[in-house]
């Protein structure tokens, strides 16, 4: 979660807590976008963990914030945790102009968990040229060939459905792939940002239709997860729009429309590695 505070220069700062990261970082990105004033500071000192779904929902808020007007800035204290630091720094990226950390802490070393940082895919080439880089990182950090052929085609499925959804141009989906130290998942995850018109009105409908579609015609996000279940991999799909969620893993499908907002379209898959 986040948490909103006014410093003593009178700029706006979020407070990341020690545990943003997965479904809580979702839970705290409203808050994290939330208007602010041309500064912006980014408290993640508290961080304990970092992974794909704090990267992609960092870098939208830093985009966000910079592309509402030339003159706004934003600025990220480090965690103080040298493991918290390494993966958010290679997960967020080289950060933009106008854009930078704050410099308390030592420079990270590179964190070979980082598959793949928070990216913009504007392209369909982009995206073929990212599920080839993913293939080869995920050979050189030995993840089962099964399991990776799974996870560059998650990439690729977000990669379409972001091109369907995508409502503003200026910042094309981010996705970001990592292998998470903590429980080992294989995590793939795509952000759109804004809502699509059915989702901001309906998002339980939405996501329900959207199952629908995917059985019907055998393709689209939902299918991941049966495809994982016919290869016999152990992954759980989750789709997070507004205040709607779909939960997927093996045969078990939850979907419901009474979560915490999130003001993205945000696809998920996390590979369960094991052991």
């Given amino acids: 979660m986040t948490v909103s505070i006014i410093d003593a220069s009178g700029a706006p700062r979020r407070v990341l807590t020690a545990a943003f990261r997965g479904q809580f970082a979702l839970r705290g990105f409203e808050g994290l ?51 918290a630091l390494a993966m958010l720094a290679d997960l967020v990226g080289p950060l933009p102009r106008h854009a930078r950390w704050a410099g308390t802490q030592a420079p990270p070393r590179r964190e070979r968990l980082v598959l793949l940082p928070a990216m913009r895919v504007d392209s369909v080439e982009t995206a073929m040229l990212l599920a080839e880089a993913l293939t080869a990182v995920t050979a050189a950090v030995r993840v089962p060939a099964s399991e990776a052929r799974l996870a560059v085609s998650a990439l690729a499925t977000f990669a379409d459905n972001a091109l ?3 409502l503003t141009p200026q910042r094309p989906s981010l996705v970001s792939v990592c292998r998470d130290r903590k429980t080992n998942d294989l995590q793939v ?15 339980e409908g939405f996501l329900r239709a959207l199952a629908r579609r995917s059985r019907e015609d055998l393709g689209g996000l939902f299918s991941l ?5 016919r290869r016999g991999i152990d992954a759980t799909l989750r789709l997070a729009v507004g205040r709607g969620r779909l939960y997927a893993r093996g045969s078990r499908l939850r979907v419901d429309g009474q979560s915490p907002d999130v003001p993205a379209f945000v696809a998920s898959v996390e590979i369960h590695l094991g052991p």
């Fill in 33 to 83: 976008t939330a208007r602010a004033g041309p500064r912006l500071e980014i408290d993640a000192r508290a961080l304990r963990h970092a992974d794909a779904f704090t990267a992609v929902t960092v870098r939208e808020t830093v985009d966000r914030h910079l592309g509402a007007d030339p003159g706004h800035s934003v600025v990220i204290l480090e965690p103080r945790d040298a493991e």
């Fill in 164 to 166: 369907v959804y995508t």
């Fill in 189 to 203: 995850v795509s952000l759109v940002s804004g809502l699509p018109r059915a989702a901001a009105s309906d998002p």
């Fill in 225 to 229: 997860s049966e495809l994982a279940r």
